[in-house]
T-cell receptor
Framework: AQKVTQAQTEISVVEKEDVTLDCVYETRDTTYYLFWYKQPPSGELVFLIRRNSFDEQNEISGRYSWNFQKSTSSFNFTITASQVVDSAVYFCALSDPSAGKSTFGDGTTLTVKP | NAGVTQTPKFQVLKTGQSMTLQCAQDMNHEYMSWYRQDPGMGLRLIHYSVGAGITDQGEVPNGYNVSRSTTEDFPLRLLSAAPSQTSVYFC?????????????FGEGSRLTVL
């Protein structure tokens, strides 16, 4: 069975601080995909990034970066120089092509204070 | 583009009443799914469909029915609402059933069962 653990329920930082959101996953599949989604206070769910299990390259997109490590089954998300607009719930998700399902973590609520 | 459209956005029911949450997408996506979001529990899969005429159960299917008569529509039916079904419901779709792409979410439907 697949499982995604986001151990940090809530994180609070002051604007301009760097913050890392942790995601640990469990799967028996060799081929799988990992995702991060953002849910701002308005409630919609916004896709941020996808990574497949064969691509361990880290990725940077502006102030966002992702560190995928198969050895530790982790897919962590770092926001550099956080801003108030980054305040949201962030979800990590895991899916595999054979099961046809996506498994979400419980989410991490990030609050960035001015 | 409209994307994924859910109706209604808000609904209050009494215990035992029935209702249907509507979901429509205009992106010709094969895969559609319903999730419920409860505080601290992330997103849990209720039912999903990999194409017209094909549906399957997710993690928490009890109390819900679905059908997929067209590619565009995937309604979720509550036959006899219970207070435990108070939640925010999200419909999501993606371009193929192979589970490799990100999900496109509707704006959510907030349901309260009294």
């Amino acid at each position: 069975a697949q499982k995604v653990t986001q151990a940090q329920t809530e994180i609070s930082v002051v604007e301009k601080e760097d913050v890392t959101l942790d995601c640990v996953y469990e799967t028996r599949d060799t081929t799988y995909y990992l995702f991060w989604y953002k849910q701002p206070p308005s409630g919609e769910l916004v896709f941020l990034i996808r990574r497949n299990s064969f691509d361990e390259q880290n990725e940077i997109s502006g102030r966002y970066s992702w560190n995928f490590q198969k050895s530790t089954s982790s897919f962590n998300f770092t926001i550099t120089a956080s801003q108030v607009v980054d305040s949201a719930v962030y979800f990590c998700a895991l899916s595999d092509p054979s099961a046809g399902k996506s498994t979400f973590g419980d989410g991490t609520t990030l609050t960035v204070k001015p | 583009n409209a994307g994924v459209t859910q109706t209604p956005k808000f609904q209050v029911l009494k215990t035992g009443q029935s209702m249907t949450l509507q979901c429509a997408q205009d992106m010709n996506h094969e895969y559609m799914s319903w999730y419920r979001q409860d505080p601290g529990m992330g997103l849990r899969l209720i039912h999903y469909s990999v194409g017209a005429g094909i549906t399957d159960q997710g993690e928490v299917p009890n109390g819900y029915n679905v059908s997929r008569s067209t590619t565009e529509d995937f309604p979720l039916r509550l036959l006899s609402a219970a207070p435990s079904q108070t939640s925010v419901y999200f419909c999501a779709s993606r371009p193929n059933y192979a589970n490799t792409g990100e999900l496109f979410f509707g704006e959510g439907s907030r349901l309260t069962v009294l």
